[in-house]
C-alpha cells in the first residue's frame, strides 16, 4: 500500500472515529459522473470548517433501481446521512437535475 493511500485511510478512519452527528449541518450536495460519485458538503458549527463526504455509487448504472441504490447508500453512510437532516427526497431529487 502507498504512502499516501495509507494517510488516506488513516484520516479517514479518525474522521468517521470523531464525527459528531449532532455537531454538523448538511449543506448542499455535488453529482460527480466519472466515476459515480455524490459529493455531501456539511458544516460543523463548532469549529466553522466546511467538509466534503464522497459517496461512491460503483455499481451506478443508467436502469439502476433509485430506491435500492439510495437505500444502500443510507444504510452505508448512515453517519453523514442522517434521514433527520438529509432527507431521502432531497437526495432523490438529484436525478431530476440529470
Not at 495509507?6 to 449541518?25: G, H
Not at 466519472?34 to 459529493?39: E, L, Q, R, T, W
Not at 430506491?67 to 431529487?93: A, C, F, I, R
Amino acid at each position: 500500500m502507498k504512502k499516501k493511500e495509507k494517510e488516506e485511510k488513516l484520516s479517514k478512519a479518525t474522521n468517521e472515529r470523531i464525527f459528531n452527528q449532532q455537531d454538523y449541518q448538511p449543506r448542499r450536495f455535488n453529482l460527480k459522473f466519472n466515476p459515480p460519485i455524490i459529493v455531501l458538503e456539511y458544516v460543523v458549527p463548532s469549529s466553522g470548517k466546511t467538509y466534503n463526504h464522497n459517496i461512491k455509487l460503483k455499481k451506478l448504472e443508467a436502469n439502476s433501481d433509485i430506491e435500492e441504490t439510495l437505500k444502500q447508500v443510507y444504510e452505508k453512510h448512515y453517519v453523514y446521512l442522517d434521514s433527520q437532516k438529509v432527507k431521502v427526497s432531497q437526495v432523490k431529487s438529484i436525478k431530476s437535475h440529470l
